[in-house]
């Protein structure tokens, strides 16, 4: 067994597989190491205003890479850290406080929008706050003013007004639109967010956010709830390389050990396990499994449970049951009983062992076969309503439109992570195929 | 040698129904039929027949690994279908089995270790320590040494004749009474083969088993046993010591047998053999009578073909199941 | 080159390739056999039996390392020949093959008679009526009964099998039928009607035999000369009647001693030790670590020599004489 896994050595496909399994492996355990099982889950829950930075449906940073492109990276500045912030005493209680928060507009094309964000601290009067736009061309734009309640926000993308006045374009094109251009393009340059407030109480104070946010975020983009979908790839590939293995563990040695016990006891014990077998055959998996998801619990414990108990009673069954057929009759098993074995003693340690060699192929092609099937139930809408997984990227994506709307890598990075996933299994597979299997060795 | 007898087969018929598609029988293979014999302790004893003639049949039915549609298998007095689960136990440790294929006979996912140790666990024999010692013992007398090298090794790694000797020497681990080998060196080398056989001998003749030789070869069988049982078609049809039945073999089947085994002689190109016609006949329709009847150059219509013969003892201990010797007459 | 000869051969060599190495199976094999006569071919398992009857019969398979020599069937050179009159003329008509265990692949859906008669349908062009005439005389010979020609071959015995496989080897009226262990696996009363068989053939139709066996017993019943085969090597090459009376190589003289004997004659022994891996063997004489006449001059390859006449023995016990 040992040396047999040795000679996988010199098949470049094997290692090839090998390696692509362990970098899965390696982002896998990276994923769960960086963002632990309560963060993940709270990240992807989302709520509160976690992800609220984040641009939505942001593509992902690399798309710079290929020439032609110079999407906006999103950028965040505040009052507190990299703007400048003046307090003028005007008189008695009454402050003046002048926040100018400046950046350097560099891209060729607008920021997807514009938020800003206020943190006033008073007692009974809110602060008065009046939003300037200072343009790189000189020019001075009114954003207008308000009272800054607590948590106050100014969603400067959703002001109709604000866009009529900037010739119908959505805030955050007009305002960073060249007026001297023909076509619609950003001008690029210093831009200013000017932003004068007053404080009426002692003790009163005032900071500004603002985020102008890109078009492009992180290795994945985000998705409609502005959600990195990193988190989702990284705990993915956790989720679905442990999914994969244990459904594969599980179903495999269960389908081996009663397969074993079928064919030792013989009679009726045999006939039951073949005929469940046909039944499940004939039953098709998937509607049980969203009969399941839907009426019982979508927990990826039980929808795992329910796969390896489907598995078990799957082909496979046939197949062991054909060599345990001849297994039972070699000559070690009647020496076995000849020296009294037992009944149990005789299927775990003198049959199960024998096949284990027979499985070992099949069984790491049926790891990629089980973290498909459960991509595909989350891509039905039924996957673990917590755990954030590649197939529920895949269903947000689809319910999205994504591929419509043209957010490709929504798909694409969970996409690339399946196939790699079947592929490197697909590989290791085959080429242990050919070390068990010594018909097909000289292929 | 007036012991009591240790085994005694009684009138042991064995019989498989075959099946066909699943529904009904075809017909029953009387595969043992109407076998008695009776063996003392320490003796050794061949089984000779042709391929298919119930040897292996008979052997797993003494070992209990199969049931007897008719007649008993006793051991030391207990009728093996008597013992209950408990003394079924006890007995099968009095046993033991070596196989024709020894890879075969090896779990090839065991080392020596574990294959040694496997009916000391069973049968929990001894603490751990003590277990690994006769494990060791054992090992030493197949003359598997040094056991330090043999003891980690998988089957696959030993040759056909040191993969035997490591099932002699689980067979005989429990120290059984008796040991019954079936074809124990057909698959081997011929170099190998004696070596075996000598083994076998000394561990017989060491421990005092009683030794069941099943073969097909009547040369080695007079080499290494006392007592030769000839089985033709599912019946013994003679039994007697050696130097009786290859000196004057009494049964047209034994003589036709012993006339047909060659020796390396340059001569033997030169003569055709003498050779009974025909074939062994279909266990699923023996013929009337004698079953040796059809090919019998003794052949007497009549009676041959219409009673079957019982075992005529025509000198002490030397048993023919052949209407010839009805009078205990006894051609030279 | 012997004059007249059926078959010579001189060096032939036929190797493995495997992961491990080079399997030296037919190492530096000669010998020359006369027309009429039976070679009996004699060694444990795995000495190269098999693969010497692969080598003259050119049937290679895929992981050949090392193929060469001289083979000679009637003066003509078989080595030189391409492949396809090699096919034509020198397999089945020239030198046919009863392989190891080839009474167990026989097409199982054809029937006896057609099985038989296929090769020469194909290769010599009979037509239906000839070839099945053909076919009975033939069965008669090997002694299958008529009847039997159109059963298929699971309802044959095993030794029905193999007269079977015989009649087809027969087929083609070969100069020379290379027998692979052909009774092995039979029982003795079987084994015996077939040794008799190709007896009578062999007086009858004047074939010649090369009978690959590691019984001696039963070789004895056909061979006219003896070749002893041990680790790829032919070791010793004799006339049967001088080799049965006394063999000379002391690996011969061990496994002489080890057949048991049913009538007279000692307690047969054993040859202790194992015969070396035909991967890398080791340099010298091949039986050295076995032998007990091994001196220091086993170290190095002992040549086949001459050493009475008919006889050849490869060994530095005979070749001292010689060179002194
Ligand atoms: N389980 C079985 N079911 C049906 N028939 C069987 C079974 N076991 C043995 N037979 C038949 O019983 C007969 C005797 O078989 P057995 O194996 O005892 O012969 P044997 O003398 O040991 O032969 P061999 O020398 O080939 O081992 C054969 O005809 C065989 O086909
Ligand atoms: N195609 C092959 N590739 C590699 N090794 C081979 C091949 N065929 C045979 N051998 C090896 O060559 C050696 C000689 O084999 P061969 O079959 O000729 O032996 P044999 O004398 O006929 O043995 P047996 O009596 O068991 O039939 C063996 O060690 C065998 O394992
Ligand atoms: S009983 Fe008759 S047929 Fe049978 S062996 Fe004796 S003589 Fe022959
Ligand atoms: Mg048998
Ligand atoms: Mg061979």
Redesign the pocket.
């Known amino acids: 067994m040992m040396t047999a896994l040795w000679e996988l050595r010199r098949y470049p496909s094997a290692l090839v597989g090998l390696a692509l399994i362990l970098t899965l492996t390696g982002v896998a355990i990276y994923g769960v190491i960086a963002i632990p099982y309560n963060e993940a889950l709270r990240l992807w829950r989302g709520g509160g205003d976690i992800w609220i930075e984040h641009p939505r449906n942001a593509q992902p940073e690399w798309v710079n890479l290929f020439p032609g492109n110079n999407l906006p990276k999103t950028i965040i500045l505040s009052s507190r850290e990299g703007g400048t912030k003046r307090v003028q005493v005007e008189s008695g209680e009454l402050k003046s406080v002048q926040i100018s928060l400046g950046f350097d507009y560099r891209y060729d094309d607008f920021p997807s929008e514009l938020n800003l964000f206020f943190d006033p601290k008073f007692k009974e009067r809110p602060p008065h706050v009046s939003l300037f736009w200072l343009t790189p061309d000189g020019r001075r734009l009114t954003l207008g003013d308000r009272s800054v309640g607590p948590s106050e926000r100014y969603a400067v993308s959703l002001d109709q007004r604000l866009a009529r006045r900037l010739d119908g374009n959505p805030p955050e094109v007009g305002l960073f639109a060249d007026p001297a251009a023909p076509t619609l393009q950003p001008l690029k340059g210093e831009y200013t967010l000017l932003a004068e407030g007053l404080l009426f109480e002692k003790g009163a104070d005032l900071d500004v956010r603002l985020v102008v946010y890109g078009q492009v975020h992180g290795l994945a983009g985000t998705d409609h709830l502005r959600r990195d979908i990193t988190v989702a790839l990284l705990w993915g590939t956790a989720v679905a390389l442990a999914f994969g293995l244990l459904a594969a563990v599980g179903s495999s040695i269960c389908t081996l050990i009663i397969a074993a016990i079928g064919v030792w006891y013989g009679g009726w014990a045999d006939a039951s396990i073949q005929r469940v077998t046909e039944l499940n055959m004939i039953l098709p998996a998937l509607p049980i499994l969203i009969l399941v998801g839907t009426l019982y619990s979508r927990s990826i414990w039980v929808i795992l449970g329910i796969v390896i108990l489907l598995g078990i009673f799957s082909a496979s069954i046939k197949v062991y049951r054909a060599i345990f057929l001849q297994v039972r009759e070699s000559p070690y098993i009647e020496a076995s009983r000849a020296y009294g074995a037992g009944n149990l003693r005789i299927i775990l340690l003198y049959m199960v062992p024998r096949v284990i060699p027979v499985l070992v192929p099949g069984f790491v092609t049926l790891i990629p076969a089980f973290v498909f099937l459960e991509a595909s139930l989350a891509i039905l809408g039924l996957g673990d309503p917590v755990l954030p997984t590649w197939g529920k990227v895949l269903n947000d994506a689809q319910q999205n439109g994504a591929l419509y709307k043209g957010y490709y890598y929504w798909v694409l990075g969970p996409a690339v992570l399946l196939m790699i996933t079947g592929l490197g299994f697909a590989m290791i597979g085959l080429s242990m195929d050919r070390i068990f299997n010594p018909r097909l060795r000289e292929l | 040698m007036q012991d009591e007898p240790l085994l005694e087969v009684r009138d042991l018929h064995v019989w498989f129904g075959l099946r066909r598609w699943g529904f009904g029988h075809a017909g029953v293979v009387r595969a043992v039929d109407g076998v008695s014999f009776t063996l003392r302790p320490g003796e050794a004893a061949a089984v000779v027949g042709e391929s298919g003639s119930g040897k292996s049949t008979l052997a797993k039915a003494i070992l209990g690994l199969n049931r007897p549609a008719k007649g008993q298998v006793i051991f030391e007095g207990k009728p093996l279908d008597s013992l209950k689960p408990r003394e079924m136990r006890w007995y099968r440790s009095q046993l033991g089995y070596v196989q024709q294929d020894p890879y075969g006979a090896l779990p090839p996912f065991m080392s020596v270790r574990r294959i040694l140790g496997e009916p000391l666990v069973i049968n929990k024999v001894g603490s751990k320590p003590e277990r690994e010692q006769r494990i060791r013992e054992a090992l030493e007398e197949v003359k598997l040494t040094p056991v330090e090298d043999f003891l980690p090794k998988f089957p696959h790694m030993l040759s056909g004749g040191q993969q035997q000797r490591v099932v002699i020497a689980r067979s005989t681990i429990m120290q059984p009474r008796l040991l019954v080998a079936d074809e124990p060196v057909s698959m081997l080398?011929a170099s190998v083969r004696v070596e075996i056989l000598e083994l076998l001998q000394k561990q017989q003749e060491a421990h005092n088993l009683l030794l069941i030789y099943i073969t097909h070869d009547l040369s080695t069988a007079r080499h290494f046993v006392q007592r030769i049982l000839v089985m033709y078609a599912a019946k013994i049809v003679e039994q007697a010591s050696v130097e009786q039945l290859l000196d004057n073999p009494l049964h047209p089947y034994t003589r036709a047998l012993i006339a047909a085994i060659p020796e390396p002689d340059p001569e033997n190109a030169a003569t055709f053999k003498d050779v009974p016609p025909g074939e062994p006949p279909s266990l699923l329709h023996p013929p009337t009578g004698c079953r040796f009847h059809p090919r019998c150059p003794a052949f007497m219509k009549g009676i041959c073909d219409v009673k079957e013969p019982p075992d005529f003892e025509p000198q002490v201990g030397h048993l023919v199941a052949c209407w010839l010797y009805e009078r205990g007459q006894v051609e030279s | 080159m012997k004059e007249n000869s059926l078959l010579y051969a001189q060096d032939l060599r036929l190797y493995?390739?495997?992961t491990r190495g080079a399997?030296?199976?037919?190492d530096r094999v000669s010998f020359t056999m006369d027309r009429r006569q039976a070679l009996a071919v004699l060694?444990?398992?795995?000495?190269?039996?098999?693969?010497?009857?692969?080598a003259i019969l050119r049937l290679l398979?895929?992981?050949?390392h090392t193929y060469s020599g001289e083979l000679f069937l009637n003066n003509q050179d078989l080595m030189s020949m391409g492949e396809e009159s090699f096919r034509q003329e020198v397999r089945w008509s020239g030198i046919s093959l009863v392989a190891?265990a080839a009474m167990n692949s026989l097409n199982p859906v054809v029937r006896v008679g057609e099985q038989v008669a296929e090769p020469l349908e194909i290769n010599q062009h009979l037509n239906r009526r000839e070839a099945r005439d053909r076919v009975r005389e033939l069965l008669q010979m090997v002694g299958v009964p008529e009847d039997f020609l159109n059963r298929y071959p699971f309802e044959l015995s095993g030794g029905m099998r193999q007269r079977v496989v015989i009649a087809m080897a027969l087929v083609a009226d070969p100069y020379l039928v290379i027998l692979?262990?052909p009774t092995?696996a039979l029982d003795v009363l079987t084994q015996a009607n077939i040794m008799n068989v190709l007896k009578r053939i062999k007086e009858e139709k004047s074939t010649s035999f090369l009978l690959?066996t590691?019984d001696i017993a039963t070789s004895s019943e056909l061979a006219d000369q003896v070749a002893v085969?041990y680790a790829?090597q032919l070791v010793e090459v004799s006339d049967a009647a001088s080799f049965f009376y006394q063999p000379l190589h002391p690996y011969s003289r061990k496994l002489m001693a080890s057949v048991p004997r049913l009538r007279g004659g000692e307690k047969p022994e054993f040859i202790p030790g194992q015969p070396p891996?035909?991967i890398n063997p080791p340099g010298g004489c091949r039986f050295a670590n076995r032998c007990p006449f091994r001196f220091d001059r086993c170290q190095e390859d002992p040549p086949l020599v001459k050493v009475e006449q008919e006889r050849w023995v490869k060994c530095w016990l005979y070749s001292a004489d010689e060179e002194s």
């Open positions: 080398d | 493995f390739r495997t399997v030296q199976a037919v060694g444990e398992s795995g000495c190269g039996k098999s693969s010497l009857a692969r398979p895929r992981n050949v190891q692979d262990e092995s690959i590691h085969m790829g891996s035909l």
